[in-house]
């Protein structure tokens, strides 16, 4: 049961690309931290939520050929570096495009998805991932 609260409690950061920016130096966290690394006291108790863009471009990739069973019958496909408008690097997959389509600059948007399916119950677990935006 604890694996199915703390998916609850991860929500609002995993459905609505929740960041934190430190109000000190202005720098923007994703995923959201209690703290700036930067300022360290200074933005303890004082980190503001962010809303990152969730329109981007690739700024790299790789196409996955060998992957964990979960994904067998996705296999090839994309993951990628994606530089949000906002100037925030994610990680991703990248879906509705041929591998062989994907390229740096290519624009994409986060779009919300199913990632896994686990449990005798079925438990759901959904994500962000990203998809073009030409």
């Known amino acids: 049961m604890s694996s199915v609260a703390k998916e609850w409690r991860e929500i609002p950061g995993r459905y609505n690309l929740e960041g934190s920016k430190c109000p000190c130096c202005g720098k923007v966290y994703f995923p959201k931290r209690n703290m700036c690394p930067v300022c360290r006291r200074e933005s303890i108790g004082k980190m503001e939520p962010y809303s990152i863009s969730r329109k981007g471009e690739v700024y790299t990739f790789s196409i996955i050929h060998d992957a964990p069973d ?4 996705l296999k090839p496909y994309a993951v990628a570096m994606v530089k949000t408008t906002d100037g ?10 041929d591998p062989a389509d994907v390229r740096i600059g290519m624009p994409v948007r986060a779009v919300l998805r199913k990632i896994k399916t686990d449990g005798p119950d079925g438990v759901i677990h959904y994500g962000y991932k990203f ?4």
Not at 70 to 73: A, E, L, P, R, V
Not at 91 to 97: E, G, R, T
Not at 131 to 134: K, M
């Open 70 to 73: 979960f994904t067998t019958k």
């Open 131 to 134: 998809v073009p935006d030409e």
């Open 88 to 97: 925030i690097m994610i990680s991703a997959q990248l879906v509705d495009v």
